[in-house]
C-alpha cells in the first residue's frame, strides 16, 4: 500500500522567534500564508524482512545522515520499536530547499501523517507535534508546521507546536501569490546572528499592528517593513522587489527566511508582472493559489 500527504508550501511574512527548553513550546509568533504548491511525500512499506531500515529520498534522490536528520527522527519516532522492514519515505518539493518556502516542515509534517496514516499509533494532532519537535531540536524552522496544519493566510498569535500554540486566520478573496525563488538563507545561521534582537523587536511590533487591522493588504505593508527594518531586504533583492512594486497595487516582500521575494496579486496584475519578470531575466517563479485547507493524507493509487 501506498500512502500520500500533500503539505501546502509556507511563506512566512514577519515572524518573532519564541526559544523554551521544551520544544513544544517553542515556536513562532507572526503570520505568513500558504501556497497550492508545495511538498508531496510518498510512503512505501515492506514488512516481513529480518531488518530494519528508513530510506528518505528528496525529489527522487537518496539522501542520508545530517541531510535528512529530521525526516529520520520524526520516522525513529513514529515507526513501531518491534516492526521489522522496510520503510521509504519520498519526499517532492515544487520549491528549492532552503529558499523559505516551508520544505523544512513540509517534509517533516508530510513524513509524519503517512506514517501515521500507516500505523494508526498516533492522531493528526500528535503526529503534527512530533514534526514540529524534530523541526525545532534541528533548527529546522520554528512555525511553519503550526501554520502548514492551519492554512489559509494565518495569524501565530501564540507559539508552540500544533495544539499547543494558536494560529487564526484572516479572511481574504480574488488574491494569487507570486513567489519567486532567488537563493538559499539558512535558518539556522539567522536564528544564532546578532540580527535577532532586530527580529524580534520589528516583528512584535508588525504583529501587534496586523492584530488591529487583520488584512491581507496590512499584511503585506508589514512584512515590507519588517523586512527593511531588520536589513534582511537588502542589495539586489530590494532593487528586484522596488520594480516588481512599480506594477502592483500591493508591496512586494522578503520570504522569511530565504532570498525569495513573494507579492499578492490580483489576476489583472499578472501579465505586466510576468512582462517585467522576462525583462529582468527571472525565468523561475511561481504563480500560486492561497491553500485554505489543512494538509492532505490518505491511500494512493498512482
Not at 542520508?64 to 519515505?89: K, N, Q, R, W
Not at 479572511?171 to 546578532?194: M, N, Q
Amino acid at each position: 500500500m501506498l500512502v500520500r500527504a500533500f503539505v501546502p508550501a509556507h511563506i512566512t511574512a514577519f515572524f518573532v522567534p519564541v526559544f523554551h527548553e521544551d520544544p513544544l513550546k517553542s515556536g513562532s509568533l507572526g503570520a505568513g500564508v500558504n501556497l497550492s504548491k508545495g511538498t508531496n511525500v510518498f510512503l512505501s512499506v515492506e514488512t516481513g524482512t529480518s531488518r530494519r531500515h528508513i530510506h528518505v529520498a528528496f525529489n527522487g534522490e537518496p539522501v542520508e545522515g545530517e541531510e535528512a536528520i529530521i525526516s529520520h527522527s520524526v520516522a525513529e519516532e513514529l515507526i513501531p520499536m518491534d516492526f521489522m522492514g522496510g520503510v521509504e519515505v519520498w519526499q517532492y518539493f515544487d520549491f528549492p530547499n532552503g529558499y523559505g518556502f516551508g520544505n523544512s516542515a513540509g517534509g517533516a509534517l508530510g513524513t509524519a501523517l503517512v506514517l501515521g496514516h500507516y500505523f494508526r499509533n498516533k492522531t493528526f494532532l500528535q503526529v503534527a507535534q512530533i514534526a514540529h519537535k524534530h523541526e525545532v531540536l534541528n533548527k529546522g524552522g520554528l512555525g511553519d508546521v503550526i501554520a502548514q496544519v492551519h492554512g489559509g493566510i494565518e495569524i501565530r498569535i501564540k507559539a508552540g507546536a500544533p495544539g499547543i500554540g494558536v494560529v487564526d486566520n484572516m479572511f481574504f478573496e480574488d488574491y494569487k501569490v507570486l513567489a519567486i525563488p532567488l537563493g538559499r538563507l539558512s535558518t539556522r545561521e539567522v536564528l544564532d546572528s546578532d540580527v535577532i534582537k532586530a527580529i524580534e523587536r520589528e516583528g512584535q511590533k508588525a504583529l501587534e499592528m496586523l492584530l488591529k487591522n487583520p488584512t491581507p493588504q496590512n499584511l503585506m505593508h508589514l512584512a515590507r517593513n519588517f523586512a527593511e527594518n531588520t536589513g534582511l531586504l537588502d542589495g539586489e533583492l530590494l532593487e528586484i522587489a522596488r520594480k516588481i512594486d512599480k506594477l502592483t497595487k500591493l508591496p512586494s516582500s522578503m520570504v522569511m527566511l530565504g532570498k525569495s521575494l513573494f507579492a499578492l496579486l490580483r489576476d489583472d496584475e499578472l501579465p505586466k508582472i510576468q512582462e517585467k519578470l522576462r525583462d529582468l531575466g527571472i525565468d523561475s517563479y511561481h504563480i500560486c493559489e492561497i491553500y485554505n485547507e489543512k494538509p492532505k493524507v490518505g491511500r494512493w493509487i498512482g
